[in-house]
């Protein structure tokens, strides 16, 4: 279903503490990940997309629970993986934003929230993927529940006439819902009996001008590895990282965050990421 298909009853809005209350237009699991539409009021920063999060309040939309109910005292990340401007009949932008963390408390309290329950969100916050000018081919390396972030980075690269291949991290055939997520155009691998992970994603980063990826942080040491293979170095802007850490309060102030980078230091990566080149971080 397209994103402006979807009705909304309630109207969005700004809120007087810099937040903004959405609308659930329709929730979805889909290959382990919640998928939600949300409208929001138009003028909501945009650009650019993929790899950007907004943060979610878990909580009812009642004065007494925003004030007292602490069950689940932090926000939660949901990356952005597609957007709609407002149309003239409503007036709302249609967002479309991931979580890969159905094992999570809060996401499982967010993913059981009605159609039409208002949503409190933080955002969008971080850096995103920037498809360098030149770019012609676009490798996509993900999880099955990951690889809806990146949805806007391979829609811009096929609006720029580029071809795509995704390489998803996944034994099993792919969901059906997944495999309608993602655009005709691109070119679909996953795992299969009779070639290696590693031999795949060492094919993919021959191929391509620029690589975004969106993986466990336990991957980071083989990725590194298998660039190394295939490219013989890291070259710097050939591979971009949505990181997998944990996003908290996304204005650096908690520390929860922190990435190890490949100069030995730690970088927050609720505002220095969560998109990182490769070349700057640590095998973990
Ligand atoms: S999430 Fe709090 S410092 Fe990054």
């Not at 993927?129 to 811009?156: C, G, W």
Request: hydrophobic residues 50%.
């Amino acid at each position: 279903m397209k994103l402006t298909q979807l009705p909304v009853m309630r109207q969005p809005a700004f809120e007087d503490d810099g937040t903004v209350t959405g609308v659930i237009a329709s929730a979805r699991i889909m290959a382990g990940s919640l998928l939600f539409t949300v409208a929001l009021p138009a003028g909501v920063v945009h650009e650019p997309l993929a790899g950007r999060y907004f943060l979610a309040r878990c909580v009812e939309p009642t004065e007494w629970a925003r004030s007292h109910d602490w069950t689940f005292s932090l926000r939660r990340p949901l990356f952005v993986a597609g957007w709609r401007p407002a149309t003239a009949a409503d007036g709302v932008e249609r967002w479309l934003l991931t979580s890969p963390q159905l094992e999570d408390s809060g996401v499982n309290w967010l993913a059981a929230r009605p159609t039409d329950a208002p949503i409190n969100l933080v955002g969008p916050l971080g850096n995103g993927f920037v498809l360098p000018p030149r770019t012609r081919q676009l490798a996509v390396v993900s999880e099955p529940a990951r690889v809806a972030a990146l949805l806007p980075l391979i829609h811009a690269m096929l609006d720029r006439g580029g071809r795509v291949v995704i390489l998803l991290q996944a034994h099993n055939s792919i969901e059906p819902l997944l495999r309608d997520l993602l655009p005709l155009a691109t070119e679909v691998h996953q795992e299969a009996p009779g070639m290696s992970w590693r031999a795949r994603l060492q094919g993919v980063l021959a191929w391509a001008d620029v690589v975004a990826t969106a993986l466990p942080a336990r991957e980071t040491a083989g990725l590194l590895e298998a660039v190394q293979t295939a490219r013989l170095r890291v070259e710097r802007g050939l591979v971009h990282c949505l990181v997998d850490a944990r996003l908290v309060c996304g204005y650096g102030a908690c520390l929860a965050c922190l990435t190890p980078l490949a100069n030995g230091r730690w970088t927050r990566t609720c505002v220095h990421g969560p998109v990182f080149d490769l070349a700057d971080l640590a095998a973990g």
